[in-house]
């Protein structure tokens, strides 16, 4: 499994935007890489994924380094409900498992 | 649907007693997985499940854990005998078609509460 580096923790301010970055320097060339978050007392919810292209959906959007060994994930406007932990986690289409790191905890100040 | 549906939200019980956490996974999806979440280990991946077929429980901790799926809508975490390190909130998740690749998010119950006293 491809190692992930996160920062443990992240602040913002309410509205504006927040990039969230993961190093997967070893990650493989089918590797998708997709982000997760855990609101507080809730399980994990999924965000978004993608593999080499940059990607957008009603979340968040996934900017992904060309050589693949990065990738950041993008909330255009953070409200307080995006106030979460934040999991990277790269994982090939083979692969029938998630498996968590330790995140970034995000804080949104108002 | 309803979602992935876990049963009970929290659990009290004494060590050495039996435990049993229950899931109901989205209907149509073949995959089924239990995690267990604590402060110290953060989210640990127990076992999952493809077609009712176990098929990686290298992270279940020891024999006391058990896990069953008789059929596509129903699966069980048994501890016996419970003891007070199990304390942890379980979280079962489900997915159409394993989380790899094209396919995929799971989808993550509200998880049972367990604190063994």
């Known amino acids: 499994d491809a190692k992930t580096t996160q920062p443990n923790s992240m602040e913002s301010n309410e509205e504006e935007p927040v990039h969230l970055p993961c190093n997967h320097s070893?990650?493989?060339?089918?590797?998708?890489i997709h982000w997760y978050r855990q609101l507080p007392s809730q399980g994990p919810e999924y965000v978004i994924h993608g593999l080499t292209s940059n990607v957008n959906n009603r979340m968040a959007s996934l900017a992904i380094a060309e050589d693949r060994k990065s990738s950041t994930l993008i909330l255009h406007r953070a409200t307080l409900r995006d106030a979460a932990v934040y999991y990277c986690i790269p994982l090939g289409g083979s692969q029938g498992n998630l498996i968590f790191g330790k995140g970034t905890k995000l804080s949104v100040k108002p | 649907d309803a979602g992935v549906i876990q049963s009970p939200r929290h659990e009290v019980t004494e060590m050495g007693q039996e435990v049993t956490l229950r899931c109901k996974p989205i209907?149509?999806?073949?995959?089924l997985f239990w995690y267990r979440q604590t402060m110290m280990r953060g989210l640990e991946l127990l076992i999952y499940?493809?077609?009712?077929?176990?098929?990686?429980d290298s992270g279940m901790p020891e024999d006391r854990f058990s896990a069953k799926m008789p059929n596509a809508s129903f699966s069980t975490l048994k501890i016996q005998p419970s003891e007070p390190r199990d304390s942890a909130v379980y979280f079962c998740?489900?997915?159409?078609?394993?989380?790899?690749?094209?396919?995929?998010?799971?989808?993550f119950g509200q998880g049972t509460r367990l604190t063994v006293v």
């Open positions: 499940f493809n077609n009712n077929v176990p098929i990686d």
């Open positions: 998740a489900s997915s159409p078609k394993g989380t790899g690749g094209l396919n995929t998010e799971a989808f």
């Open positions: 209907s149509g999806h073949d995959y």
């Open positions: 070893t990650i493989s060339g089918t590797d998708y």
